[in-house]
Nanobody, 127 residues
Framework: QVQLVESGGGLVQAGGSLRLSCAAS????????MGWFRQAPGKERECVAA????????YYADAVKGRFTISRDNAKNTVYVQMNSLKPEDSAIYYC????????????????????WGQGTQVTVSS
């Protein structure tokens, strides 16, 4: 069982930056691929970034490439997403998720590949 707690959301002006953190419980954090997802009102949940167990492989949605950076610190059981050059369309609830243990180079981009989810943190970007 893995419990995930996101933090770092808030209100920011367009062009600004935020760093979201996701703290995970459990001693097996380093075996999980991790992902950041978002869901805006009336829209489907989408994966914005994912990272494999070691941090050596990443995935980014086209909409955030070059602006978002996912990273992880396995010693701290934490995954991050640095979000720069934020746009109003980035406004959403952001969730972190853990994929079932998979020590591979694969960074899962699909929600169905994830077994554990956090409660989410709101990000609002004003224009």
């Amino acid at each position: 069982q893995v419990q995930l707690v996101e933090s770092g959301g808030g209100l920011v002006q367009a062009g600004g930056s935020l760093r979201l953190s996701c703290a995970a419980s459990g001693r097996t954090f380093s075996t999980y691929a991790m992902g950041w997802f978002r869901q805006a009102p009336g829209k489907e949940r989408e994966c914005v970034a994912a990272i494999n167990w070691s941090g050596g492989s990443t995935y980014y949605a086209d909409a955030v490439k070059g602006r978002f950076t996912i990273s992880r610190d396995n010693a701290k059981n934490t995954v991050y997403v640095q979000m720069n050059s934020l746009k109003p369309e980035d406004s959403a609830i952001y969730y972190c998720a853990a994929a079932t243990p998979l020590r591979s180079a694969y960074a899962p981009p699909h929600g169905y590949e994830y077994a554990y989810w956090g409660q989410g943190t709101q990000v609002t970007v004003s224009s």
